[in-house]
Structure formats: structure tokens, C-alpha cells
């Protein structure tokens, strides 16, 4: 498994920067001559792993449904959130998925 399958893609990267979440990473996205690329130089955008995001995720939210599994085939994780009827959104990696559930988090003011 390659490191870009490890930590956030660059769109939630970025969104959780722009979200305000400014925590430790030990990868960062930079930009050099225009193409994107992951390491461990602190430049621009974190690249979080899976345990970084899990650190930062609440121990508890209330009536909202999240949730993370796998699919049967082991092609992609599924994320599930929301009140009521919970949005299901499909990612390649695990990391994204974590991702994806934080924005969530913090656009709904639930951490």
C-alpha cells in the first residue's frame, strides 16, 4: 500500500484545513511546480493517517447515526451519517473515510 492510500486525499485535506482543524500530521500535502505530491515535509496541507483522525473524532455525538464498515467485497468503505435518514457515501480509503466523517462533524457543529 502506497503512502496516498494512507492518509487523507488532498480535497479533505484541504477542507479540513478549511474547516480550521490544525492538528499534528506526520505527512503533509505541498505543491511543487504546480502538481501535488504526499511526504513528511511540513509545507502546506496535513495528509492525516487514520489514527491521527481517530484522536480527533468525539467519544460521543448524540442522536446522529455514524458509522463505517466495509463493503462485502472489500472494494471500498462505506460511511454513513446523519439524523433520521443518514447519508451513505462510498471511499476507496479508509483515511478518506474518516475524513469525510469529521467534515461532517464539524460543518454540524457536533464536536
Partial sequence: ???EQQVTNLEISKK????G???PAMFWWREEQGEWTVGQTVTMLPA???????EMLPVFVGTEWLQIQLNRSGDY???FYGDGQPKMEREKHLANAVG????YLIENNLT
Fill in 100 to 103: 469525510k466523517m469529521l467534515i
Fill in 77 to 79: 468503505w462505506m460511511v
Fill in 16 to 19: 479540513l484545513k478549511e474547516l
Fill in 1 to 3: 500500500m502506497n503512502l
Fill in 21 to 23: 482543524v490544525d492538528a
Fill in 48 to 54: 492525516f493517517t487514520v489514527a491521527e483522525l481517530g
